[in-house]
C-alpha cells in the first residue's frame, strides 16, 4: 500500500513538471491582449492635446485575441479582422499576415518580459503601445 502511494505521488510529481515545461512559445500566447500602456512622441507643431488624447484613447480601445497558433482577430471599435499570425523565435517578433496576401507581412509587435511592445512611426511622430495579456 505504501508502494502504491509513492508510486502516485512520484506520477503526479511527474505530470507537473512535464506539463509546466510544454507548450510551444505560440500556445503560450493564445488569449486576449489589450493596452496597458500609449507612449508617444508626436510633433507638437502638428498636434493638440485633445489630439494626443484621442489618440492614445483611440489605441486603448484597440485590441487582439490569439485564438491559436495561427490565427489572430484584431478587434477596433466597429470593426473585426481575423488575420494568421506567426512568431520568429529569433527576434520574438510577432507579425501577421492576411489570408489572400500571405507575402504582405505586418509587425505586431516584439514579445519581452511577457509582453507584446508595438513601435510604429506615423506622420505625427512615434508611438509605442505595450499589450498584455489578460
Known amino acids: 500500500m505504501k508502494q502504491l502511494f509513492n508510486l502516485t505521488g512520484v506520477l503526479v510529481l511527474l505530470i507537473i513538471i512535464l506539463s509546466s515545461c510544454g507548450g510551444s ?11 496597458q500602456k500609449v507612449e508617444t ?9 485633445e489630439m494626443l488624447r484621442q489618440v492614445v484613447e483611440m489605441q486603448k480601445e484597440t485590441y487582439f485575441r490569439i485564438i491559436d497558433d495561427s490565427t489572430l482577430i484584431i478587434e477596433s471599435p466597429g470593426s473585426s479582422h481575423e488575420t494568421q499570425w506567426k512568431l520568429d523565435k529569433d527576434n520574438n517578433t510577432i507579425a501577421y499576415f492576411f ?9 505586431l509587435g516584439k514579445l519581452s518580459s511577457g509582453k507584446i511592445v508595438s513601435e510604429s512611426t506615423t506622420p505625427l511622430g512615434k508611438i509605442i503601445i ?5
Open 25 to 35: 512559445p505560440e500556445s503560450k500566447l493564445v488569449g486576449t491582449w489589450k493596452a
Open 41 to 49: 512622441d508626436f510633433d507638437e507643431k502638428y498636434t493638440t492635446p
Open 99 to 107: 489570408e489572400d496576401n500571405p507575402a504582405s507581412l505586418n509587425e
Open 130 to 134: 505595450y499589450y498584455e495579456k489578460e
